[in-house]
């Protein structure tokens, strides 16, 4: 049986951690990876500096993050559930993969990888539905020292292109279709339009899911279940581990930032794999035979960190789910934790106001008995929501982790520790040990004391933290590095009440936060403004309620397009779907002849942020606008 020695049991504990993650950071952590496999212990702890960033976690250890996840397990968990895999349609099987037979089929599908020519080092995009396949895939790149680089299914063929084009992808792994609540989705189809401008891209491996009729073009596209056949008659070899270096890189994982191009972050195999374990066990309070339900997508950071690495290596029981929250009923999430008797429900606060509306019609009568703990992630949660989910879903009983973190953080920063330490709606509360947090104002002066309001930033590594940007180091230095000396700077504003408590309050940045999605309005304005006979942008967010934010376009035309307003329109959202995916697409595009601009040339956000959130009064100066009467037909004009 499993056990987590670093399993923090009280508040007590939790400052007695907290203070040696402080005052001995490397003691603290060389602890805590004592109880990992490695090949090679390290020589080192930690080395780093923000300047460049350089930041070196168990330099000279060697290890790979699979004979964590899986191999070490067998022994003593081969028979145990890794992966329960319930399908989006209610009436199909379920599947339940062991460790013993998750590791058999990652070895398989590793080899199937190496017959087709994958090499450490090889960057692959994983493009696909969630299947267990998924997760096979995923550990079988990781296996063999591979780079995996998941691309989100809502992405377009021109994203998947562009990603497939920075990380100079040379096989993808796709499926011919997935399924969504009532939707197919042709992936197959969308990879083929990608593929037209990404020559790096030798090979495709495509895994049967929805029998959609596909094209495979032959020298390059071949099928992963014939694949695995030539595997089997070459007798199923064993496929050992590549061993890999504590700082080689794991996996590439594209996100968006205040710039156009979204940027490759990269997570390294040593230090990721140490901290999603130490968190999934201390925020979740994991104890063996749990069973552990993660309803986001492998596509994004917390399917990475929290349905496959962090329960994994922890011989949890994970649970992956293909489908969505309301399909084929807005009960579809309380069946499934009936059904699989989950004890621990980590999901976004989009999803729980999107359920919200449907009343309490779709969970009374549902046992949800089996629930103990409850996690939210991806945004701030408001009250109400934090509520309904404690009331309804957690009856009263279950404590609720509200973790906030980040696709570079690799996993949770500041959350509850379940059950251990203190909630309070809304807020992320306390800091988990190793996680230095600060407020910082404008100029990086620290704001010091409680019942403040600044930058969160934070002045000391961890070892899930980002390590650079695939193929532009610079960049990453400069995006979170370089605002604040020595620091990391989250792009996050945030407020410390009286009692010490950390409520994230919001970007600070030009990145907008849709349904837990990350999409940067330059992003959204670079794609509107590639439509025919737009010729300029501005977009910002606004309060939604169920997204929480909503995309808000001010466009300019060339001609005006008034008669044709609602077509024009519907056009521009097609564009968008098209070059970006439809989670980017514009909630509300206001028409408008000019934008608010400085005299220098800047557009003024801050004031198409107020209107669309309906803060007409509250304009601040508009004096210093090149045009000032524009303000007043884009308040006339206000959706
Ligand atoms: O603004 C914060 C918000 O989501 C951003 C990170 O997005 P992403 O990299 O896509 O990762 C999402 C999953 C970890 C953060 O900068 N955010 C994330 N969690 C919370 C949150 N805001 C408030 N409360 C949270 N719990």
């Known amino acids: 049986m499993a056990s987590y020695p670093y399993q923090i049991k009280n508040f007590e504990e939790y400052q007695q951690a907290y203070n040696q993650s402080v005052v001995d950071p490397e003691g603290f952590w060389g602890n805590v990876a004592e109880h990992f496999l490695w090949r090679k212990k390290w ?34 968990l081969g028979n145990t559930p890794a992966i329960i895999w319930e399908p989006n349609d209610p009436e199909e099987r379920h599947r339940i993969l062991t460790y013993r037979e998750l590791y058999n089929k ?36 990781a296996r063999i020292g591979a780079i995996h680089s998941v691309v989100f299914g809502g992405f377009s063929a021109q994203s998947i292109a562009d990603r497939i084009q920075d990380a100079q992808c040379n096989l993808v792994i796709t499926c011919d279709g997935a399924f969504r609540g009532n939707k197919d989705i042709p992936l197959k189809s969308v990879i083929d339009d990608a593929l037209m401008a990404c020559p ?32 089997e008659t070459m007798g199923n070899p064993p496929c050992s581990a590549e061993e890999m270096d504590a700082e080689d890189m794991l996996f590439i994982l594209y996100t968006s930032g205040s ?99 449907f009343g309490l019609g779709p969970v009374n009568h549902k046992d949800l008995s089996s629930l103990k703990k409850l996690g939210s992630v991806g945004e701030p949660i408001n009250e109400e929501a934090w509520h309904w989910f404690k009331d309804h879903i957690g009856k009263g009983k279950c404590p609720i982790a509200d973790t906030w973190w980040q696709t570079e953080t690799g996993g949770h920063m500041i959350t509850p520790i379940a059950g251990i330490t203190p909630e309070k709606p809304g807020y992320a509360t306390l800091p988990l040990p190793g996680v230095q947090p600060i407020l910082v104002d404008e100029n990086g002066k620290e704001i010091q004391g409680n019942g403040v309001n600044g930058n969160l930033c934070i002045k000391f590594p961890w070892p899930g933290m980002l390590r650079t940007t695939y193929g532009d180091h610079e960049r990453c230095r400069k995006t979170y590095f370089a605002t604040y000396e020595n620091l990391y700077f989250t792009g996050d504003g945030c407020m410390r009440d009286e009692d010490g408590y950390y409520r994230i309050t919001g970007r600070v940045d030009d990145v907008l936060n849709v349904s837990g999605h990350r999409i940067g309005t330059a992003e959204v304005e670079n794609a509107i403004n ?48 098209r070059i970006i995916g439809p989670i980017a697409k514009p909630d509300k595009i206001q028409f408008v002849s000019g934008l608010p601009k400085t005299r220098s040339g800047k557009i003024m956000r801050r004031i198409l942020r107020k209107i669309a959130e309906n803060e007409l009064d509250n304009l601040g100066d508009t004096s210093t606008l090149l045009d000032p009467a524009v303000v007043d037909e884009i308040k006339r004009g206000r959706l």
């Open 43 to 76: 020589d080192k702890v930690l080395e780093w500096n923000f300047k460049d960033p350089d930041i070196k976690w168990f330099q000279g250890g060697k290890m790979n993050i699979t004979e964590n996840c899986l191999d070490r397990h067998l022994a003593t």
């Open 106 to 141: 990652v070895c398989q599908f590793a080899n199937v990888l190496k017959n087709n020519g994958v090499k450490k080092g090889d960057r692959i995009c994983i493009y696909m539905g969630m299947i267990p396949e998924l997760a096979i895939a995923v550990l079988a790149c």
């Open 200 to 231: 790096s891209v030798k090979k495709v491996i495509v895994c049967t899911r929805t029998r959609t009729p596909i094209s495979m073009l032959k020298g390059r596209d071949v099928w992963w279940e014939d694949e695995i056949k030539q595997v």
């Open 259 to 357: 710039t156009g191009k979204p940027k490759g972050v990269v997570h390294t195999c040593g230090g990721f794999m140490v901290y999603t374990n130490y968190t999934f066990v201390n925020t979740f309070q994991y104890k063996p035979g749990e069973v552990f339900f993660c309803t986001a997508d492998i596509g994004w950071i917390t399917g990475h960190s929290y349905i496959l690495y962090g329960p994994l290596s922890a011989g949890a029981t994970t649970l992956l789910f293909e489908g969505v929250p309301t399909w084929p009923d807005a009960g579809r999430l309380w069946d499934i934790t009936d059904k699989f008797r989950v004890t621990t429900l980590y999901t976004a606060p989009t999803a729980i106001r999107s359920l919200m509306g």
């Open 530 to 577: 590639m439509h025919a006979g737009v010729v300029e942008s501005a977009v910002v967010g606004y309060p939604h309620d169920i997204k929480g934010q909503g995309i808000y376009a001010y466009v300019i035309c060339d001609t005006n397009p008034s008669k044709d307003a609602e077509l024009t329109k519907k056009d521009i959202i097609q564009t968008v779907s």
